[in-house]
């Protein structure tokens, strides 16, 4: 069964943090790479960040290098991407997707990813 769920959006000033979840079912958990996206209204879908299941390396935008971290918990099928030092042009949805074949690093392309949640909604304020 695949199933990814966020959670952990909501709002924020600027400045401040958030962890966002994603829990999987274990048949979506072990496919081969994950990612988080994000899209604001008007705009196209963009990688934020992805990590690799066999051995956790991590790949992220450069807009948020520094400031974002993806992580994962194997024990809950669940990954995570914490975010500090959020602004205003991070407001978006956040999206976890899931790839059966991993896309060439960084894979941050939104095509290569099979599965995807309903997202969680960010807003950053000022």
């Known amino acids: 069964q695949v199933q990814l769920v966020e959670s952990g959006g909501g709002s924020v000033q600027a400045g401040g943090s958030l962890r966002l979840s994603c829990a999987a079912s274990e048949y979506t958990y072990r496919r081969n790479c994950m990612g988080w996206f994000r899209q604001a209204p008007g705009k196209e879908r963009e990688g934020v960040a992805t990590?690799?299941?066999?051995?956790?390396?991590?790949y992220y935008a450069d807009f948020v290098k520094g400031r974002f971290t993806i992580s994962q918990d194997n024990a809950k099928n669940t990954r995570y991407l914490q975010m500090n030092s959020l602004n205003a042009e991070d407001t978006a949805m956040y999206y976890c997707?899931?790839?059966?074949?991993?896309?060439?690093?960084?894979?941050?392309?939104?095509?290569?990813?099979?599965?995807w949640g309903q997202g969680t909604q960010v807003t950053v304020y000022s």
């Open positions: 997707a899931a790839a059966f074949i991993c896309p060439p690093r960084p894979g941050l392309s939104a095509h290569a990813y099979n599965y």
């Open positions: 990590i690799r299941t066999g051995d956790g390396s991590t």
